[in-house]
């Protein structure tokens, strides 16, 4: 066989390496570029996942980057404006998919929480603040602290007006409520009547409507003010409906014990009648010894520790709007120890080492309720010489001994609005007091005087020792006193005078007592002497001085203890210190003008009294008691003053005014004397109920027969046997 050679070309081999190295260049680099793009393609959806247990080959894929988040915003208050309300609505902005809460500014769980929504914007309702002058409000959002608004609001809201003197919907004028303490409130009704008050330290705050002319419901409502939101006031507190009661009460009656009982000192019994709802309080002298609510106008109450003696009882009641009444017809009763029981059992021994026994009653022995006068069998300690009355309970008035009241809390009554006021009695008594008593007495007088020749009654020789003219003397002995110092030494004593009309024990209350007599009885004085000489320098055109007379005292004392003794309440009381008189010769008719005009600048004062007795508000702690106490002793010490100086004796006001016209002064004296007698009507009507009414009318027809016999006789009788 024969062999073939297969010869190829050089040219043919070469192209055939160069094709093969080619292919195999474009197969390297498709490779290199697979491996390369492979990481950064996603797997696609139909990719499994591995089953548990196996770990997965593709490497997860990286979270998307999060987008920014904006704050949340507060658009509306305006940061720095004032709200007038205790509520208020909050809004602003915030991102469409953020939950924001609006925080409490005092703490706690926040004021609201705003859900996303799909809104940029939120709101919180009725957002509650708290009064202060610097508010913070913040908004957050939620699970992010770092992104929030803030701003600062000064809040006051509105008060609260809670009721009338006790709290409840019942008032004689008198609101309470509460507010930003330190804050002027001020309470108003639909009549357009209002009254301000300053809120204390705890919020609390009282002022009375004055201007009530009617009782009825009438809705009241309080705004208010503090330092911080001037000029700008609070809103308007919701209006609460309250009953205005504006009638006083009538005066209670006392039925137990009766008039001049003997009564133990502990364990008493008292009783008696009144306004049903009202709250009865017994005083016997000056202690306030129990209280008792009445019901079905009927009232009891028992109490001791009052010391053995002879007490005159009074009862005052208060009714729930806060009105007090005048006090009951005073009588006195006689406080005993009670006398000690045969022994029956032993009881431990008293502080003092004696024993003392508790008596077991019998069947046949009256129980202790069964007579008002019983005494009850309770164990009485042995009296010591240091026994003492026990302090006095506190009253209705207020708590505690300084807010106790006295004699003169509600010494005058009441008498502008009550119709059944006696005045008519008190205009009968004025009438006859000046036909029996004023004119009789300037008869008698006038008789005394011209039997006498004009001389007085006592001479001038000295009782005791010889008298030397002060030109023996070659410096006549004088002393020089500071005016002001006699006059406030004289002020204290003529108060201290006045306020002995009346008992006094050693509590803080007679303190306050006497700061307000003092007070008053500058005020009369004042009145007294500042009228007439205005009088005389715009009207009369004349000088005229205030001249202090030392004997007035006797009769500022004279007035005060016969009230004590003569258990006159209210006391019958006499306050002036001096006179006004003119510097240089007046005439007859200049010194009857100035002697009315004191008189009358009197009476006014003491009408201006009384009427501001009526419009003061319940007597409530130590102010009110001793604004009381003032205008109750203006009122005493006025009218009875203007009284005193009427009266036509000796070189008085009265005698001026009768010598230069004695119309004028039977005027002032029947107006005068009817006040008194009107302010002296609970007296008056003890008197009457003790039957002393028809003896003093006899003892008075008797002096002024007398007096007018004496005056006929010296004018017809003694010139013709002469």
Avoid at 399 to 404: E, Q, V
Avoid at 657 to 669: E, F, H, Q, R
Wanted: with cysteine.
């Amino acid at each position: 066989m024969t062999s073939t050679k297969l010869i190829v070309s050089p040219l043919s081999s070469v192209r055939q390496r160069m094709r093969r190295c080619a292919l195999i260049a474009v197969v390297a680099l498709a490779t290199s570029l697979l491996a390369v793009s492979a990481p950064l393609h996603a797997p696609s959806s139909s990719a499994t996942t591995p089953p548990p247990g196996e770990s997965s080959a593709v490497a997860p894929e990286p979270n998307p980057v999060a987008q920014p988040v904006a704050a949340p915003t507060i658009d509306s208050p305006s940061a720095g404006i004032f709200i007038g309300s205790s509520t208020t609505t909050v809004s602003g902005t915030r991102d469409a998919s953020s939950e924001v809460q609006l925080l409490s500014p005092a703490g706690g769980d926040p004021l609201c929480i705003i859900v996303p929504d799909g809104s940029t914007t939120w709101t919180c309702d009725n957002a509650r603040l708290p009064n202060a002058p610097d508010v913070t409000l913040r908004v957050v959002a939620t699970g992010n602290a770092d992104l929030f608004d803030e701003i600062t609001v000064a809040v006051l809201g509105a008060p609260t007006v809670t009721g009338g003197p006790t709290g409840q919907n019942t008032s004689n004028g008198l609101v309470r409520g509460t507010g930003y303490p330190g804050a002027t409130v001020t309470a108003s009704i639909s009549d357009g009547i209002s009254c301000t008050s300053r809120a204390d330290g705890s919020g609390a705050w009282t002022c009375h409507l004055d201007g009530l002319v009617s009782s009825g419901s009438r809705q009241v409502t309080a705004s208010q003010i503090s330092d911080y939101s001037s000029p700008s006031s609070s809103n308007a507190s919701f209006g609460i409906t309250i009953d205005f009661d504006l009638n006083r009460p009538v005066a209670p009656v006392i039925t137990t014990p009766s008039r001049g009982a003997q009564i133990p000192v502990a364990g008493a019994t008292y009783a008696g009648t009144g306004e049903s709802g009202a709250t009865v309080t017994v005083f016997a002298g000056p202690y306030s010894v129990c209280r008792a609510p009445v019901t079905n106008a009927a009232w009891s109450c028992s109490a001791g520790g009052i010391g053995a003696g002879s007490y005159s009882l009074v009862a005052v009641q208060k009714d729930a709007a806060g009105n007090v009444s005048p006090g009951s017809t005073a009588f006195s009763v006689a406080y005993v120890q009670p006398s000690t029981p045969p022994p029956s059992q032993s009881a431990p021994p008293t502080p003092n080492g004696t024993a003392t026994t508790v008596p077991v009653p019998s069947e046949s022995e009256p129980s202790a309720s069964a007579t008002a006068e019983a005494v009850p069998p309770v164990a009485v300690p042995e009296p010591t010489a240091s026994a003492k009355p026990a302090p006095p309970i506190a009253s209705e008035f207020g708590a505690g001994p300084w807010n106790d009241p006295t004699q003169f809390t509600t010494a005058v009554p009441s008498s502008w609005s009550s119709a059944s006021f006696p005045w008519l009695q008190a205009v009968l008594l004025a009438l006859g007091a000046v036909l029996l008593l004023a004119i009789p007495s300037r008869l008698l007088a006038g008789t005394v005087s011209r039997a006498r020749g004009g001389r007085p009654l006592w001479g001038t020789t000295a009782i005791a020792g010889r008298n030397r003219a002060r030109d023996e003397f070659e410096t006549a002995p004088t002393v020089q006193w500071n005016r002001w110092l006699l006059g406030g030494a004289a002020l204290v004593a003529a108060a201290t005078l006045v306020m002995l009309s009346g008992p006094v024990v050693s509590q803080p209350a007679y303190l306050r007592l006497l700061l307000a007599v003092v007070v008053a009885v500058l005020i009369v004085n004042l009145a007294a002497a500042l009228v007439p000489l205005l009088w005389s320098s715009r009207i009369l055109h004349i000088t005229a001085t205030i001249t202090f007379l030392p004997r007035y005292l006797v009769l500022v004392a004279v007035a005060a203890i016969g009230s004590r003794v003569l258990d006159i309440h209210p006391a019958l009381l006499f306050g002036l210190l001096g006179s006004v008189t003119a510097a240089a010769g007046p005439t007859l008719a200049q010194r009857g003008q100035l002697a009315s005009v004191r008189c009358v600048g009197l009476v006014l004062l003491a009408i201006i009294g009384w009427l501001g007795l009526s419009a003061l508000p319940p007597i409530d702690g130590f102010m009110g008691a001793f604004l009381a106490e003032v205008l109750n002793t203006i009122v005493l010490t006025a009218i009875g003053s203007a009284v005193f100086v009427l009266v036509p004796l000796g070189s008085t006001s009265g005698r001026s005014v009768l010598a230069w016209s004695p119309p004028v002064w039977a005027g002032l004296m029947v107006v005068s004397l009817t006040l008194l007698f009107a302010v002296l009507s609970p007296a008056i009507d003890a008197w009457q109920s003790a039957g002393a009414i028809p003896l003093l009318w006899l003892a008075s027809v008797v002096f002024a027969a007398l007096s007018a016999g004496a005056w006929a006789w010296q004018r017809f009788v003694a010139p013709a046997g002469l």
